[in-house]
C-alpha cells in the first residue's frame, strides 16, 4: 500500500468514525437507561487506554508492562488537582500533563540508557507495582495533598465531577457521554493523522529497524522517547475519563489492569487501531456479563481468549477479518473476474 493510498484509507476511516460517533451522541443517550449509559462510557475511556498502548506499542514497537501506571497518575492528578484548585478544568490539564512529565522523566533513562525491550517491559511493570503498593498504603490523615486526602486501598470517593467551563455546573451522566464519545474520537483522529505525519513514518522506521533508522540521520532515542510521552498523555485523559465515570483507586494501578490493556490490543490487532477499541469493548461486555453470572472469575476467561489468539489468530480480530474480507471479495483465479483484474494490470 503506498503512502497515499495509506493516507486515503485513513481519512475515511476517520470519517466513517465520526459518523459513529455523531450517531452515538445523538441516539444512544435518549434510548438507554442511565445504568447503561454510565456503563458504556466507563467503556469509552478504556477505550481511550486502549489506543494509548496499541499506538506505543503498535507503531511505536515499545512493549510497555507499565501501561496502568500513566493511567492511575492521570485520575489522580485529576482528582488532587479539582479538590485542592476547586477548577475541573485546570485539574484537566493535570491529568494529561502529569503522566506526561513522568513518563518523559521514565523515558529518559530507559530509552537513553539504551535498555533492550526485556528490562523496559520489566521496569515499567515494576513501576506500576511500586505504585499500586504505595497508593494502597495512603490510608489515614496524614496522607494528603493539600485537602486531598489520598485515602489508601479506598481511594478518593468525592473526587469531583466535570464541570461546564465558566459556569461550574457539573455534566450530567448524558454530557459525560457525549465528552467521552468526543474524545475517544479525537483519539483516534489524532493517532491516525499522527502515524501518516514525518514524525509517524519516522517512528515506523525506528520500530522496523532502529540500526538503520539511526544510519539514514534519525535519532532512534529521541524518537521513542516522544512517542512514549505521547501515549502517556493519551492514557491519562483515559484516566480523567474513568475517575468521572466511576471514582479513582488504586486498582487503576493494578496488575490486573495493565494486563487487560495488553490483551485489548494482542486480540484487536497489533499495528491498528480500530481493532484494540473493538475488542476493549467487547470483553468488557463479556466480563460484565459473566460477573453478572458468578459462574467463573472473569480473569481466567480474559487469559483463555489471550491464549487462543496468540495461537490461533496472532494477527488479531482486524487483520484477520480484513484478510477474510478480502478473500471474499477476490474473484477466484480463472474466473471473468479475475481475468478482467489481471488485464487491468
Given at each position: 500500500?503506498?503512502?497515499?493510498?495509506?493516507?486515503?484509507?485513513?481519512?475515511?476511516?476517520?470519517?466513517?468514525?465520526?459518523?459513529?460517533?455523531?450517531?452515538?451522541?445523538?441516539?444512544?443517550?435518549?434510548?438507554?437507561p442511565?445504568y447503561?449509559?454510565?456503563n458504556?462510557?466507563?467503556?469509552?475511556?478504556?477505550?481511550?487506554?486502549?489506543?494509548?498502548?496499541a499506538?506505543?506499542?503498535?507503531?511505536?514497537?515499545?512493549?510497555?508492562?507499565?501501561?496502568?501506571?500513566?493511567?492511575?497518575?492521570?485520575?489522580?492528578?485529576?482528582?488532587?488537582?479539582a479538590?485542592?484548585?476547586?477548577?475541573?478544568?485546570?485539574?484537566?490539564?493535570?491529568?494529561?500533563?502529569?503522566?506526561?512529565?513522568?513518563?518523559?522523566?521514565?523515558?529518559?533513562?530507559?530509552?537513553?540508557?539504551?535498555?533492550?525491550?526485556?528490562?523496559?517491559?520489566?521496569?515499567?511493570?515494576t513501576?506500576?507495582?511500586?505504585?499500586f503498593?504505595?497508593?494502597?498504603?495512603?490510608?489515614?490523615?496524614?496522607?494528603?495533598?493539600?485537602?486531598?486526602?489520598?485515602?489508601?486501598?479506598?481511594?478518593?470517593?468525592?473526587?469531583?465531577?466535570?464541570?461546564?467551563?465558566?459556569?461550574?455546573?457539573?455534566?450530567?451522566?448524558a454530557?459525560?457521554?457525549?465528552?467521552?464519545?468526543?474524545?475517544?474520537?479525537?483519539?483516534?483522529?489524532?493517532?491516525?493523522?499522527?502515524?501518516?505525519?514525518?514524525?509517524?513514518?519516522?517512528?515506523?522506521?525506528v520500530r522496523?529497524?532502529?540500526v538503520?533508522?539511526?544510519?539514514?540521520?534519525?535519532?532512534?532515542?529521541?524518537?521513542?522517547?516522544?512517542?512514549?510521552?505521547?501515549?502517556?498523555?493519551?492514557?491519562?485523559?483515559?484516566?480523567?475519563?474513568?475517575?468521572n465515570s466511576?471514582?479513582?483507586?488504586?486498582?487503576?494501578?493494578?496488575l490486573?489492569?495493565?494486563?487487560?490493556?495488553?490483551i485489548w490490543?494482542?486480540?484487536g490487532?497489533?499495528?491498528?487501531?480500530?481493532?484494540?477499541?473493538?475488542?476493549?469493548?467487547?470483553?468488557?461486555?463479556?466480563a460484565?456479563?459473566l460477573?453478572?453470572?458468578?459462574?467463573?472469575?472473569?480473569?481466567?476467561?480474559?487469559?483463555l481468549?489471550?491464549?487462543?489468539f496468540v495461537?490461533f489468530?496472532?494477527?488479531?480480530?482486524?487483520?484477520?477479518?480484513?484478510?477474510l474480507?478480502?478473500?471474499?471479495?477476490?474473484p477466484?483465479?480463472?474466473?471473468?473476474?479475475?481475468m478482467r483484474?489481471?488485464?487491468a494490470?
Amino acid at each position: 500500500m503506498t503512502l497515499s493510498t495509506f493516507c486515503r484509507a485513513s481519512g475515511t476511516h476517520v470519517a466513517l468514525a465520526a459518523v459513529a460517533m455523531l450517531a452515538a451522541i445523538v441516539i444512544f443517550p435518549k434510548v438507554a437507561p442511565l445504568y447503561t449509559l454510565i456503563n458504556v462510557t466507563l467503556y469509552m475511556s478504556m477505550g481511550v487506554f486502549a489506543l494509548s498502548l496499541a499506538l506505543l506499542w503498535g507503531y511505536g514497537g515499545i512493549l510497555c508492562f507499565g501501561q496502568s501506571a500513566f493511567f492511575g497518575l492521570g485520575a489522580y492528578a485529576y482528582a488532587i488537582a479539582a479538590i485542592n484548585f476547586g477548577d475541573t478544568t485546570l485539574a484537566s490539564a493535570f491529568a494529561i500533563g502529569i503522566p506526561a512529565l513522568f513518563a518523559a522523566g521514565l523515558g529518559y533513562f530507559l530509552f537513553y540508557g539504551r535498555l533492550s525491550d526485556v528490562y523496559l517491559g520489566v521496569i515499567t511493570l515494576t513501576v506500576t507495582l511500586i505504585l499500586f503498593k504505595l497508593i494502597n498504603s495512603t490510608g489515614g490523615d496524614a496522607w494528603r495533598i493539600g485537602e486531598a486526602r489520598l485515602g489508601g486501598f479506598n481511594g478518593i470517593p468525592n473526587t469531583p465531577l466535570l464541570t461546564m467551563p465558566f459556569t461550574g455546573i457539573p455534566l450530567s451522566p448524558a454530557n459525560l457521554f457525549t465528552l467521552a464519545c468526543i474524545a475517544l474520537f479525537a483519539t483516534y483522529a489524532l493517532c491516525k493523522r499522527l502515524i501518516t505525519t514525518r514524525f509517524g513514518r519516522a517512528v515506523i522506521a525506528v520500530r522496523e529497524n532502529e540500526v538503520r533508522a539511526e544510519l539514514l540521520g534519525y535519532n532512534a532515542r529521541r524518537l521513542k522517547l516522544a512517542i512514549f510521552v505521547i501515549s502517556a498523555g493519551i492514557a491519562g485523559l483515559a484516566g480523567l475519563l474513568f475517575a468521572n465515570s466511576v471514582f479513582v483507586s488504586p486498582t487503576m494501578f493494578s496488575l490486573s489492569m495493565a494486563a487487560q490493556v495488553l490483551i485489548w490490543v494482542v486480540v484487536g490487532g497489533l499495528g491498528t487501531l480500530f481493532g484494540p477499541v473493538a475488542a476493549c469493548f467487547a470483553l468488557q461486555i463479556a466480563a460484565a456479563a459473566l460477573g453478572k453470572l458468578g459462574l467463573i472469575d472473569p480473569n481466567i476467561v480474559l487469559g483463555l481468549v489471550l491464549v487462543v489468539f496468540v495461537v490461533f489468530v496472532p494477527g488479531g480480530i482486524q487483520p484477520a477479518l480484513a484478510a477474510l474480507l478480502a478473500r471474499i471479495l477476490t474473484p477466484p483465479r480463472g474466473s471473468p473476474g479475475h481475468m478482467r483484474e489481471e488485464a487491468a494490470r
